[in-house]
């Protein structure tokens, strides 16, 4: 495996050998070989965390068994009558099963017993790099085909796991949810093809009969060998640069692996989450500077970088800064994204989609001026057509 191996692991790691990946080209060279292998993926934007479902962390960690049951069932049900009037037809038939319903519900996020991967490398590299950039990110993997060898054993070994007690074929509803502590299985299995987020993700999910069990843990004894299962650490250094390269190379970002209305509202929604300043597409970061003030009239600000200015409207208790890009004297249509900070809000524009409609801004003349041999933009405009032409329209009252 290619990289420089840590000497120090955390304590969910310790039976998984272990490679730190320093660069991008050491990150790519690692997801061809692992493609080459045919081994299942899981990327965490945080190294230090272990394999544990969201069913047993924070306050659900390591409540009674029949604790965790009963508030599974409850959501199995709830989900069941209500998503029955509207659930498309791969959901409908997914959700005859109570196995079914938790694929569905951990599609949309829902606290289950399940744990996503992927056959993808790269699908995974993506998970481990997309957040979280100053902390190191990790790539865990293992080795399908051994899996399936291994797997099968434990239905011979626990034939009451499987239909007609024959040891044969394994099925997860006869002892998953049974009150009684279950035989010690792990399973992993693909998601349907109906699942077209799943899809997209080459996703599959793996599962324990019991509760507050690591599938770190649960892969290692299962497999029983280092050479089968790797976990590759991802430096917070190198994660920018490998979401651009994943994206501008490999087609693998948000929009590609989300191909729903679900996915199309997250990515919207990261306008009002990100953390990460403008970055023109020359990589350039932005500082701007200005005091605002609340209930006043919308103002022009001069951005100081080559053809881009800001228009700053305070409405309420939010303040949008809109920045956009000048191209032969026309809004050029870029993706946005955002900077929460306090009490305001910073929208940014970066490539990327392209029929954004800013039509809140309009009639904008901008004349250059050379300082210093630095390159400014200056808006200028009357104050009445600032109010109507910049008006925004606030969420809140």
């Not at 310790?14 to 080209?25: A, G, H, K, M």
């Not at 099963?97 to 790269?122: A, I, K």
């Not at 790539?139 to 007690?165: K, L």
């Not at 993700?201 to 497999?223: E, P």
Request: with cysteine; proline share 4%; hydrophobic share 40%.
């Amino acid at each position: 495996m290619n990289g420089s191996r840590k000497n120090h692991r955390s304590r969910a790691a310790r039976t998984w050998p272990e490679t730190r990946l320093d660069s991008v080209d050491a990150v790519l060279s690692t997801l061809i070989e692992l493609r080459g292998k045919n081994w299942l993926c899981r990327g965490q934007a945080k190294a230090a965390h272990s394999l544990v479902p969201t069913m047993d962390r924070g306050p659900l960690a390591g409540r009674m068994r029949s604790a965790k049951l009963a508030l599974e069932r409850r959501s199995i049900n709830t989900f069941r009558s209500i998503a029955r009037y509207f659930a498309d037809e791969g959901e409908r038939a997914a959700v005859e099963h109570d196995v079914g319903t938790l694929m569905v519900l951990r599609h949309y996020s829902v606290p289950t017993r399940l744990l996503d991967w992927t056959g993808s490398p790269f699908v995974a590299a993506y998970f481990a790099a997309q957040k979280h950039d100053t902390e190191d990110g990790a790539i865990w993997a293992f080795d399908q085909r051994r899996y399936e060898v291994a797997g099968h054993r434990q239905w011979q070994r626990w034939p009451e796991t499987t239909v007609g007690g024959k040891g044969e074929v394994f099925q997860a509803e006869l002892t998953a949810f049974r009150l009684a502590e279950p035989p010690n299985w792990f399973v992993c299995f693909f998601y349907p093809k109906s699942f077209p987020r799943q899809r997209a993700q080459d996703g599959a999910y793996s599962m324990t009969a019991r509760f507050d069990r690591d599938h770190a843990a649960a892969i290692a004894a299962l497999l029983r060998g280092a050479q089968y299962h790797h976990r590759f650490v991802l430096a917070a250094s190198v994660k920018s640069e490998l979401r651009a390269v994943l994206r501008e190379q490999h087609g693998t970002w948000e929009g590609a692996l989300y191909p729903d209305s679900a996915g199309a509202a997250r990515i919207a929604g990261d306008i009002f989450a990100s953390s990460e300043p403008y970055a023109g597409s020359e990589g350039r970061k932005t500082m701007i500077t200005a005091k605002l003030y609340k209930f006043i009239a919308p103002i022009l600000l001069a951005a100081t970088w080559t053809g881009h200015a800001v228009a700053a409207h305070p409405c309420d208790h939010v303040v949008s800064y809109f920045l956009f890009p000048y191209q032969n004297s026309e809004l050029k249509s870029t993706e946005w994204r955002s900077l929460a900070k306090k009490d305001i809000l910073f929208l940014s524009s970066r490539d990327g989609f392209e029929d954004v409609e800013l039509t809140h801004v309009h009639q904008l003349r901008h004349e250059h001026s050379h300082r210093h041999g630095a390159h400014r933009t200056r808006l200028l405009g009357r104050h009445e057509d600032r109010r109507r032409n910049l008006q925004l329209e606030c969420q809140h009252r």
